[in-house]
């Protein structure tokens, strides 16, 4: 059955000590009060095992934002997926567009990542979308089906439907830009449209697919509201409790 979730992305932001204290704000906050989604934090790789320990006994999960795309071995500075399961996370955020951009993270990269990551019992919240340029050229569509159809179209029907997707359109990551609850409905409607003719209908809508992009208190209940978006990836928004707890009861 399709799962609604709210997932937060700290990136590269907090202490050790800061992303403790707000996992733990956000641990009280959600004590007695009715979720209607799955909650999860991803906090920098640096503070994961310790966010786990803070969030125990709590609905909040736990990701990392990235993991190696090898298994094991003399790759200096990575961090492979099942040293991530050995913390108790239990996602990890892949293809996000800043590594996509900044890393040259491309689809292939993306596909072994997840091969890596499911092999390890952990669930991929796979990000795609469009840069500004793509948009206004009118190629989105185009886009967003080559970047889901190349990462996540190589697994079989069971694996993929053990996938979280985030469509999150470039220009309104961190922007302050959001799509519109139109334009968001538009792009994931067609993305259970793709996976519908890959998968079959039954994977198609059982699917959970977040939106991201400056999405926020003020803004997460029209988005949510939409059929085919089933949560949201948050960045800013994330950072702090009382924001991260509004989107959570946007649902
Ligand atoms: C993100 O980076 O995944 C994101 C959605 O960021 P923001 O909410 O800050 O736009």
């Given at each position: 059955m399709r799962k609604n979730v709210v997932a937060g992305n700290?990136?590269?932001?907090?202490t050790l000590q800061e992303g403790v204290a707000l996992a733990t704000e956000l641990k009280e906050a959600l004590a007695g009060v009715e979720v209607k989604c799955g909650v999860v934090v991803a906090p920098p790789l640096t503070h994961v095992a310790s966010v786990v320990e803070a969030v125990k006994g709590s609905v909040i999960g736990v990701s990392a934002q990235n993991c190696a795309e090898?298994?094991?071995?003399?790759?200096?500075g990575e961090v492979s997926a099942e040293m991530i399961q050995s913390t108790g996370a239990g996602f990890v955020i892949l293809g996000h567009s800043e590594r996509r951009e900044y890393?040259?993270?491309?689809s292939e990269i993306i596909k072994n990542k997840i091969q890596l990551v499911l092999a390890n019992g952990l669930t991929p919240i796979v990000c795609f979308g469009e840069v500004l340029a793509q948009r206004e050229a009118e190629k989105h569509f185009d886009v967003v089906k080559s970047q889901v159809q190349e990462a996540m179209?190589?697994?079989s029907a069971a694996d993929f439907g053990k996938m979280i997707l985030a469509y999150e359109p470039v220009w309104a990551i961190g922007t302050g830009k959001t799509a519109s609850a139109d334009q968001a409905q538009e792009i994931h409607a067609f993305v259970r449209g793709i996976v519908a003719e890959k998968y079959g209908k039954q994977v198609a809508d059982d699917c959970t697919i977040l939106y991201g992009g400056s999405c926020n208190p003020a803004n997460a209940k029209e988005l949510f509201s939409?059929?085919?978006?089933?949560?949201g990836l948050i960045?800013?928004?994330?950072?702090k409790a009382a924001d991260f707890m509004a989107i959570i009861q946007a649902f």
């Open positions: 700290w990136k590269m932001n907090k090898k298994e094991k071995g003399a790759y200096t890393y040259g993270e491309t179209f190589d697994f939409n059929p085919d978006v089933d949560g960045g800013g928004a994330s950072l």
